[in-house]
């Protein structure tokens, strides 16, 4: 079992999350259900994910979790962008979301990487 708190993918999408929660405050209350849950949803499956994985036995299992995470990044990238697109987030506001977003990617990319390349 892996300590999920010593994972930086984890701890950057868990800072991504408290920042979308942050950013969806101001939403329209009639999206509540809708593109502030969705969003909200996808951004905390992220680090969850990770979590959920970290603890599995087994490298694939561990793998199938982290690809799981990877794929509720990216709804949460098009989520922060459809967003932007209907006039909810500023692009002051969405784009430190959407950089976030990416190294996450990229930081998640890269311990996905790793963990397949273990024998």
């Given at each position: ?93 969405s784009d430190p979301l959407i950089s976030a977003t990416i190294e996450t ?15």
């Amino acid at each position: 079992m892996r300590d999920f708190k010593k994972i930086r993918a984890w701890e950057m999408a868990d800072d991504l999350v408290v920042n979308i929660y942050s950013a969806t405050k101001g939403f329209p209350k009639e999206e509540l259900y809708a593109l502030t849950s969705q969003l909200r949803r996808a951004a905390y499956s992220v680090p969850a994910n990770i979590v959920e994985g970290s603890s599995r036995e087994s490298k694939k299992d561990y793998l199938h979790f982290l690809h799981i995470a990877r794929g509720s990044l990216s709804e949460t990238h098009y989520f922060i962008h459809l967003a932007n697109r209907l006039g909810f987030l500023l692009q002051a506001e969405s784009d430190p979301l959407i950089s976030a977003t990416i190294e996450t990617q990229r930081v998640l990319s890269g311990l996905i990487k790793s963990v397949a390349a273990e024998t």
